[in-house]
């Protein structure tokens, strides 16, 4: 278990160091800024239902409705 938390522990300082390093670069570059987590969604577009039409009924046929 102690193992597990070292190399948790290792991996967490390792991101960090990346994420300076890529902020870091972002700056020099004039990178406009990342991502900050706060967007909108856009709404889902349903599907357009399809109008069913009327269909006439011929001799014989039963009507269910």
Known sequence: MQAQHLIIEALVDEKDSQL??????????NAPS???????????EEPEEEEIEDIPLGEGEIDDE
């Open 20 to 29: 300076q390093t890529i902020h870091g670069l972002q700056e020099a570059n």
């Open 34 to 44: 990342p991502f900050d987590g706060d967007w909108e969604e856009e709404p889902e």
